[in-house]
């Protein structure tokens, strides 16, 4: 089994800034890919960006030049910094991972984390 504990977010103004972490533990073998997803109220989850284990990465195009992905693969966590945020940003945001789970034999399964919440105020 795998966990994504994901910790930041919160209530910020526009224009302001945030960062979220992700970190991924459990039994895993390797992670392809690492990313972000937000579902704002009422609307269905969409895609933020994410990143592979090679370092390429791919957004939305809302948050293109304003949102940066990283991840520190030693640590098994991925990173999401927000900049100029806006208050179309406000979402609940969930770190997602594609991991090779040390099963046997090995398995690649998708994982989601529990959400955070992050409200931008005009």
């Known amino acids: 089994q795998v966990q994504l504990v994901e910790s930041g977010g919160g209530l910020v103004q526009a224009g302001g800034s945030l960062s979220l972490s992700c970190a991924a533990s459990?039994?895993?073998?390797?992670?392809?890919?690492m990313g972000w997803f937000r579902q704002a109220s009422g609307k269905q989850r969409e895609l933020v960006a994410h990143i592979n284990s090679g370092g390429g990465t791919n957004y939305a195009d809302s948050v293109k030049g304003r949102f940066n992905i990283s991840r520190d693969n030693a640590k098994n966590t991925v990173y999401l910094q927000m900049n100029s945020l806006k208050t179309e940003d406000t979402a609940v945001y969930y770190c997602n991972a594609v991991v090779l789970v040390t099963t046997t034999p090995l398995d690649v399964r998708n994982y989601w984390g529990q959400g955070t919440q992050v409200t931008v105020s005009s």
């Open positions: 459990g039994s895993i073998f390797s992670i392809n890919t």
